[in-house]
């Protein structure tokens, strides 16, 4: 059994994964701030299921705030990895609130880094995101292509530099990092703002279906309970191991066009998408597309869930939350495509 603490662990991807390392018998620190990004009620609901657990604590607090905070808010107790989650995602709000963005993702990631160097723990999962790769033209992505100048939208940037801040720990402190670019990830619990949630939804209401761009665009669709397996291996490789410094791709290796997602998503929902065609949103790459062979032979990852149950799963949860919880603006606004 290890002790991990679990940032961002109220949301969409860290409360899925949360269950998962104590499934695997961890002891799992969780912490949020309930960034208002999106309702906290979606957040706490995230929680139940593990809120009662033996080994689980919750400790609600911003990473902002700086080490001291987090040594006012946090237990004393050994914590053997950080699993780093707790992020601003989203592309589009990234564009208009960059120093937003940058504030939590690298400052807040910096005060983290800052925190574990204190108090002595070196061993850092660090989520990071295919959006670093941009439009490079080049498919799929492979972890060791020049990423220079590569970003598109301020998110991408905060997150390469949460990649570069992680490998300055490893060179000054020593510290053991894996950091991860999750590529699209959706399920379960997804966050309000993604296309696929958007998709239902406005499916539901009978509305029309924004496309953004040709419809030509792809993402290489992750359902989150593959994205958190590879997670729990990169953990359990982090435990087992010294010395490392690994940069992965956890995909699926497979990109889906968005007018086939769109597609698909109408056959999950039962109802015939009608399209309403938009401009390209600034910040969103035209393609993602992950090569996975290092992730499948540094950790064994290996992405099991097909688009289709991976849709009819979100469909299958989102029937069960209770009306009145999610916003009501489905169909307002931009739908970002990429995070
Ligand atoms: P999410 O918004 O559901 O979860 C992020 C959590 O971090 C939220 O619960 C939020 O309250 C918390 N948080 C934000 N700012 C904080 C702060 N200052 N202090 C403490 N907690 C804070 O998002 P998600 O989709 O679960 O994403 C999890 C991670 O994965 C993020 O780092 C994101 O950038 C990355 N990622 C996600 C995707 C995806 O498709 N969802 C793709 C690539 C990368």
């Not at 912490?31 to 990004?37: E, G, I, R, S, V």
């Not at 989520?127 to 020049?146: C, H, I, K, L």
């Not at 397996?229 to 995909?251: C, F, K, M, P």
């Not at 097909?306 to 029937?319: C, M, N, P, T, Y």
Request: aromatic share 8%; hydrophobic share 40%; glycine share 8%.
């Amino acid at each position: 059994m290890a002790s991990i603490l679990l940032t961002g662990c109220a949301g969409f991807i860290g409360s899925h994964l949360a269950e998962r390392l104590l499934h695997d018998g961890h002891r799992v620190i969780g912490l949020d701030n309930f960034d208002p990004f999106y309702d906290r009620t979606l957040k706490e609901r995230n929680l139940a299921a593990c809120r009662n657990h033996p080994r689980f604590s919750f400790h609600e607090t911003d990473l902002r705030r700086g080490p001291d905070a987090l040594v006012d808010a946090l237990p004393a107790d050994p914590i053997d990895v950080v699993v780093h989650l707790a992020a601003k995602a989203g592309v589009g709000p990234s564009v208009q609130l960059p120093a937003a963005y940058l504030d939590t993702n690298v400052l807040g990631t910096a005060h983290l880094l800052e925190w574990m160097r204190q108090r002595d723990i070196s061993k850092l999962f660090f989520a990071s995101s295919s959006s670093v790769y941009g439009n490079t033209r080049e498919q799929p992505f492979r972890e060791d292509m020049n990423l220079l100048a590569s970003c598109i939208s301020p998110y991408a940037a905060s997150k390469l530099s949460g990649e570069q801040l992680t490998a300055t720990y490893h060179h000054l402190h020593g510290f053991d990092v894996l950091n991860a670019r999750f590529f699209t990830v959706y399920g379960p619990r997804q966050r309000p703002d993604l296309a696929i949630h958007k998709f239902v939804r406005l499916l539901q209401a009978g509305e029309p279906v924004p496309v953004f761009g040709d419809g030509n665009t792809a993402r290489d669709y992750t359902f989150v309970l593959d994205t958190v397996d590879g997670v729990a291996r990169g953990v359990n490789y982090l435990l087992a191991h010294d010395g490392v410094y690994e940069t992965l791709n956890l995909g699926n290796h497979q990109p889906v066009p968005l007018l086939d997602l769109i597609a698909a998503v109408g056959q999950a929902v039962g109802r015939e998408p009608r399209l309403e065609f938009r401009p390209m949103q600034p910040g969103d790459v035209d393609v993602t597309y992950a090569d996975i062979s290092k992730a499948r032979q540094l950790v064994g990852y290996a992405p099991q869930t097909s688009l289709d149950e991976g849709l009819r799963a979100f469909v299958e949860w989102l029937k069960q939350q209770p009306t009145g919880l999610l916003p009501h603006d489905a169909g307002a606004g931009p739908v970002p495509m990429h995070h």
